[in-house]
């Protein structure tokens, strides 16, 4: 079952922050974040396990809560360049299956 | 080192013809999978292997054919094209069964079935 994130959609000035959320109603095992720019294939962030790692890339982190079956990007002081839709991808178990992707979460930051 | 290589990168078929769309590896992953993406969604899952001669099914198989018979090539073929199918495909590859290890996706095949 895909995992849901939210919001759909967030529009932001330079600077600002925004939190996106996955959540799944499976225990989860790990959660993966990709950005995908228009037109081209998604791009990796970061990997978080079982365990409430949290895992931070330049001004882009992220938490996972096992508990809640819940894992939030954050983004602090927007950059031109974080623009793109984001995805979570998640595992159930260590069994290796591919990853069930969200249905991603648009960004769009504004000069 | 390539990753993960996929063609073509554009494709416009009619209803009811055949093609194959190739994705090729040079990273010795285990894992790989098709994927296809529809405008502003997510990504689905069509079918996947985890290594030569071992495919399964993912969420939307129907209409797709794929076999393994090499660690580095996982085609995709659809078998009689339907105007459905017009989405973006990818493929992807990881290493192995564990969790830490990042999935890789190919540049992507905008396909149009008309």
């Known amino acids: 079952q895909q995992p849901v994130q939210s919001p759909q959609a967030v529009i932001l000035r330079e600077g600002e922050d925004a939190v996106i959320n996955c959540s799944s109603s499976?225990?989860?095992?790990?959660v993966h974040w990709y950005r995908q720019k228009h037109g081209e294939a998604p791009v990796f962030l970061m990997i978080?396990?079982?365990?409430?790692e949290q895992k931070g890339h330049e001004k882009i982190s992220a938490s996972f809560n096992e508990k809640k079956q819940q894992s939030s990007l954050y983004l602090t002081a927007s950059q031109l360049s974080y623009s793109g839709t984001y995805f979570c991808g998640t595992e159930i178990n260590n069994a290796g299956n591919m990853l069930t992707f969200g249905g991603g979460t648009r960004l769009m930051v504004k000069p | 080192n390539a990753g993960v290589t996929q063609t073509p990168k554009f494709q416009v078929l009619k209803t009811g013809q055949s093609m194959t769309l190739q994705c090729a590896q040079d990273m010795n992953h285990e894992y790989m999978s098709w994927y296809r993406q529809d405008p502003g969604m997510g990504l689905r899952l069509i079918h996947y292997s985890v290594g030569a001669g071992i495919t399964d099914q993912g969420e939307v198989p129907n209409g797709y054919n794929v076999s393994r018979s090499t660690t580095e090539d996982f085609p995709l073929r659809l078998l009689s094209a339907a105007p459905s199918q017009t989405s973006v495909y990818f493929c992807a590859s990881r290493k192995s069964r564990v969790a830490k290890n990042i999935q890789y996706f190919g540049a992507g095949t905008r396909l149009s079935v008309l």
């Open positions: 978080l396990l079982k365990g409430g």
């Open positions: 499976k225990a989860l095992y790990s």
